[in-house]
């Protein structure tokens, strides 16, 4: 594709709000200090992600009719994210609370009954990330799986998110061409240590990473094996810098970029949204 023309990014996961604060007070304290409410998800945290990197960014979930979901949309609409969002009369949209950089309390909401009917059918674009979350979990899966099956572009990608979801739901998987993994996920998909388990995904994806937290990322495409240390941040979030690797490794992969370039943009911005930027 011509430099000119943006990557059409579609991300198809959890759609949120987030509360966000940065400390974790001790119990029974009260305590002052910044706290942020923003839309937040895999979906949303990816297609923001994507719109940083220069692509044309959709976010393709389900979100409840309060003004939480008002909130999102606005959000979105903000960061300049196309939303495709369904609305369900019942449940609340999704919601999660951050305290420091490990604590969280999540209620997935709307985001159990996301079916196929608010997936765009075409799916049109050039990159696709689609949230374990979404396909592994009884109630949303068959919106995953329409994503996978109406997507027309040439990047299919797939974010195991979490290594109990992953190893239980495997039969399935295939659908997508690239695979993202914590090194958790990939034990428990292939019972193999990081790069013995990258290259095993690899034979049954076209390109296969393995997420390293700070010690950066494998990724496997055929024979090649790409390895990306990064350089370590203070964890500032704990949201998001999976969500933002997978897009911005996809958008550059839907740009050409070679396996090991992809590789190191997709660490750059997983770094950054690790270190809680904005
Ligand atoms: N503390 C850090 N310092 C530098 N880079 C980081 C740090 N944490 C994450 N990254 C980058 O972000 C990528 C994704 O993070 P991680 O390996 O934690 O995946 P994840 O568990 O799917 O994401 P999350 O923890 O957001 O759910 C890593 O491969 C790495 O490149
Ligand atoms: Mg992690």
Do not use: Y
Not at 1 to 15: C, K, N, S, T, W
């Amino acid at each position: 594709l011509p430099a000119e023309v943006p990557i059409r990014f579609v991300a198809v996961g959890d759609v949120m709000v987030d509360v966000v604060c940065a400390q974790l007070p001790a119990s029974g304290t009260r305590a002052h200090a910044e706290v942020s409410v923003r839309a937040g998800g895999s979906a949303v945290n990816a297609a923001t992600a994507a719109a940083e990197a220069g692509a044309l960014a959709i976010v393709v979930g389900r979100v409840g009719s309060d003004p939480a979901a008002d909130l999102v949309e606005a959000d979105l609409r903000g960061r300049g994210v196309e939303a495709h969002l369904g609305r369900d009369g019942e449940r609340t949209t999704g919601a999660a609370v951050a305290l420091g950089a490990d604590t969280v309390v999540a209620h997935r909401g709307a985001n159990a009954t996301f079916s196929p009917d608010d997936v765009p059918d075409p799916l049109e674009g050039d990159a696709l990330l689609v949230s374990g979350f979404v396909l592994f979990q009884e109630g949303s899966s068959h919106a995953g799986t329409a994503a996978l099956e109406r997507f027309r572009g040439d990047w299919k990608g797939l974010d195991l998110a979490s290594p109990k979801l992953a190893a239980a739901a495997e039969p399935g998987i295939d659908d997508a061409n690239v695979v993202l993994a914590t090194a958790e996920e990939a034990l428990a998909v292939t019972g193999a240590a990081p790069e013995r388990a990258a290259r095993s995904l690899a034979a049954r994806f076209e390109v296969a990473c393995v997420k390293l937290g700070e010690a950066g990322a494998i990724a496997v495409q055929g024979e090649q094996v790409e390895r990306c240390a990064a350089q370590p941040v203070p964890r500032r979030s704990p949201f998001g810098a999976g969500d933002a690797f997978g897009a911005v490794f996809l958008v550059a992969l839907a740009r050409g970029q070679p396996v090991g370039r992809a590789l190191e943009l997709a660490c750059q911005a997983g770094a950054r949204a690790a270190s809680g930027a904005k």
